[in-house]
């Protein structure tokens, strides 16, 4: 009996690159400084666009913010893009932007915090860095959003 070989022809050809996918895009929101609290200034203006992820990317109203400072550290770190869905159900435990306005003509601010609970009297919130728990009058939230995925590169 002899052995024999076997020679398998190529499968697939080299082509030229693939011209670049123009999908769907979200805005990204935030500042270079945050407050106190990690706390930034929601004042509508994008620092930048990035593809949706395909988890947001037909879902309408979906857009990300940066995160800014330590105060979520190491669940985010600073400067990472955070995505957002603001259709999505909130519950405890879950990972949110907040967006409240505590003076009637104040500026709209904007946190990315852990949910605690949301009633018709309060909001409360959970941040790592100091440990400890935010609260809001419920007068003053406009918007507790989602954050459904984050990292440093989109």
Do not use: C, W
Not at 133 to 145: G, M, R, W, Y
């Amino acid at each position: 009996m002899t052995d024999s070989v076997v020679h398998y022809l190529p499968n697939a050809k080299i082509r030229d690159r693939l011209p670049s996918v123009d999908g769907p895009k979200i805005p990204v929101y935030g500042q270079a400084v945050g407050g106190v609290n990690g706390e930034f200034i929601m004042n509508g203006s994008v620092l930048f666009e990035i593809m949706a992820p395909p988890s947001v990317s037909g879902v309408k109203g979906a857009y990300a913010v940066q995160i800014t400072g330590d105060s979520m550290s190491p669940r985010y770190e600073d400067g990472e893009i955070a995505i957002v869905d603001p259709t999505r159900r909130v519950k405890r435990g879950d990972y949110v932007i907040v967006q409240v306005q505590m003076e009637e003509e104040g500026p709209l601010l904007g946190f990315v915090k852990k949910f605690i609970s949301h009633n018709a009297e309060k909001l409360t919130l959970e941040q790592f860095n100091p440990a400890q728990q935010l609260t809001f009058p419920h007068q003053a939230v406009v918007s507790v959003h989602y954050i459904g995925l984050a990292g440093p590169d989109f």
